[in-house]
Structure formats: structure tokens, C-alpha cells
């Protein structure tokens, strides 16, 4: 596992609802924070109706953002729910997904988190290309690491081995 700066990033193949090793997991939430396809709605079920609850008052929210929550029935003590952008519709659509991974951190820093797993953000029903969004993802992580003191290890857990294949490479290219 690559270590940068003292913390630890890597991928794993997954289900993001099953990290039981992590503080907190983010969700690639719709702008309501409700249960949806994908992400959101694996998070939801796994999590439970009062994640449903307790998002209600937080939304909505804007691409880019995020908020955070309990992770009620999940093995994780929080979830951080990111709103990214959808591709060729939300502009400036690299900012706004950039924000998603800066704001995320932004929150496990302000909440003492150790541990954090991201999914591939707006890759999914939104439609943003894979090999661009990780390296959006991984070059905000990149930027970010000198501002992160709890965060320790920040994990993306990726659904499919083509996925995971792809997060790999770019993830070797931005952090060597």
C-alpha cells in the first residue's frame, strides 16, 4: 500500500458499505441525500432508515459540497455524502468534482477522522468518464495531504476489477 506523506492511499474491489475498518465512508449522493441508485442507494439500504432521517434537514445540496452524518446501521462511525457533478451539464464540472474530494477531506479533518473510503464519484448515472475522474480524484488528494493531520488512510473502494484496474494506474502515476 502506497504511502504519501504518511498516509496511506490505495483501492481495494468492493462494496463500500462493507469497510468495517474505516471511520468514514462517502456516499455519491443525489442532491436530496436520499436513497437512489448506485452509491447512494447501496449506502441508504445498508444504513437504514435514520440516515434518511437525519439527511433530511441537510439538504439539498450542491455539486461539489458535502455534509456529514452518522452511520446508523453501517459498520462506520460516519458517512460523508458528496454531491458531484454531472458530466457535460454541471460546469465547471473538474472543479466541481475536485471539491467533492476537498470537501470531503475538509469534513474528516474537522470531525477527527483516522480512515476514509471513497467511491469513484459522478462515474456512475452522472456520467463523468472514469480515467478523468481519478485523476481529479487522486491529483485533489495529492494537493490536500499537507492540510491532513487525523487522516491517516484514505481508501477507494471500486465495484469492478476494470474500475480498480484503472484507479490503480493513475493512482501510481500521480503519486510517484
Excluded: W
Excluded at 144 to 168: P, T, W, Y
Amino acid at each position: 500500500m502506497p504511502a504519501f506523506q504518511n498516509i496511506k492511499v490505495n483501492c481495494v474491489r468492493g462494496d463500500i458499505t462493507h469497510q468495517p475498518d474505516v471511520t468514514a465512508i462517502v456516499n455519491a449522493a443525489n442532491a436530496q441525500l436520499r436513497i437512489g441508485g448506485g452509491v447512494a442507494g447501496a449506502i441508504h439500504r445498508a444504513a437504514g432508515s435514520g440516515l434518511t432521517e437525519e439527511c433530511r434537514s441537510m439538504a439539498p445540496i450542491n455539486p461539489g459540497e458535502a455534509v456529514i452524518s452518522g452511520g446508523h446501521d453501517l459498520p462506520n462511525e460516519y458517512v460523508i455524502h458528496c454531491l458531484g457533478p454531472v458530466y457535460g451539464r454541471d460546469k465547471p464540472e473538474d472543479k466541481l468534482l475536485a471539491n467533492c474530494y476537498k470537501n470531503a477531506l475538509q469534513l474528516a479533518e474537522k470531525n477527527d477522522i483516522h480512515s476514509i473510503a471513497f467511491p469513484a464519484i459522478s462515474t456512475g448515472a452522472f456520467g463523468y468518464p472514469m480515467e478523468e475522474a481519478a485523476e481529479i480524484a487522486f491529483s485533489t488528494i495529492r494537493d490536500e495531504v499537507a492540510n491532513l493531520k487525523s487522516v491517516k488512510e484514505i481508501r477507494f473502494v471500486l465495484f469492478n476489477d476494470g474500475d480498480l484496474k484503472v484507479h490503480q494506474q493513475i493512482m501510481e502515476e500521480v503519486f510517484s
